[in-house]
């Protein structure tokens, strides 16, 4: 079983995050932590790097976006600290891969952000960048295709009844 020791105020406090079974609470604590520590770079490392972690196991990211853990997230892609930023790329990649998720980074306006980080030279940056990228855009995608979709059929809905109008009063 991984674990992960986030070192949430130096020699003051920690909190162990066992990947594979966190509660629902232990990741509220994690995005109000997110929240508190938007200027160390070191923690806020750590931080991103745990998130990215958890996602892989079960539904982290589902809890993590429910617990209003991307927003904060987002913001330490604005840090001049090379780890922060990798760190983050990776794990908003990952909680990119929930719809929901990918909707609240769009909100945050992400894609500016990860843009820029894509222009740069750093080839992990610019992989997972473009990874979050592209997950918000496949839902964008599927997004508009299922409103194409609904009108569609509500076209074809009113075609229908509108013929049957039409035989019944003749």
């Given at each position: 079983?991984?674990?992960?020791?986030?070192?949430?105020?130096?020699?003051?406090?920690?909190?162990?995050?066992?990947?594979?079974?966190?509660?629902?609470?232990?990741?509220?604590?994690?995005?109000?932590?997110?929240?508190?520590?938007?200027?160390?770079?070191?923690?806020?490392?750590?931080?991103?790097?745990?998130?990215?972690?958890?996602?892989?196991?079960d539904?982290?990211?589902?809890?993590?976006?429910?617990?209003?853990?991307?927003?904060?997230?987002?913001?330490?892609?604005?840090?001049?600290?090379?780890?922060?930023?990798?760190?983050?790329?990776?794990?908003?990649?990952?909680?990119?891969?929930?719809?929901?998720?990918?909707?609240?980074?769009?909100?945050?306006?992400?894609?500016?952000?990860?843009?820029?980080?894509?222009?740069?030279?750093?080839?992990?940056?610019?992989d997972?960048?473009?990874?979050?990228i592209?997950?918000?855009?496949?839902?964008?995608?599927?997004?508009?295709?299922?409103?194409?979709?609904?009108?569609?059929?509500?076209?074809?809905?009113?075609?229908?009844?509108?013929?049957?109008?039409?035989?019944?009063?003749?």
């Amino acid at each position: 079983m991984y674990s992960q020791w986030i070192f949430v105020k130096p020699r003051l406090a920690c909190i162990m995050f066992t990947c594979s079974c966190l509660t629902v609470s232990a990741m509220c604590l994690v995005s109000y932590t997110a929240y508190c520590i938007q200027d160390q770079d070191e923690l806020r490392y750590r931080l991103a790097e745990a998130i990215a972690r958890c996602c892989n196991w079960d539904q982290n990211r589902v809890t993590f976006g429910q617990c209003r853990a991307v927003s904060p997230l987002v913001t330490f892609l604005d840090s001049k600290d090379k780890h922060v930023q990798q760190a983050t790329c990776v794990a908003l990649y990952h909680l990119s891969r929930d719809g929901n998720n990918s909707i609240a980074m769009h909100q945050k306006d992400v894609v500016q952000r990860l843009l820029k980080l894509i222009g740069g030279g750093d080839v992990v940056l610019q992989d997972f960048a473009a990874g979050c990228i592209r997950n918000i855009r496949l839902l964008a995608v599927a997004n508009e295709q299922s409103d194409m979709e609904k009108a569609r059929l509500q076209r074809s809905s009113r075609k229908s009844s509108n013929g049957a109008l039409v035989s019944a009063s003749t």
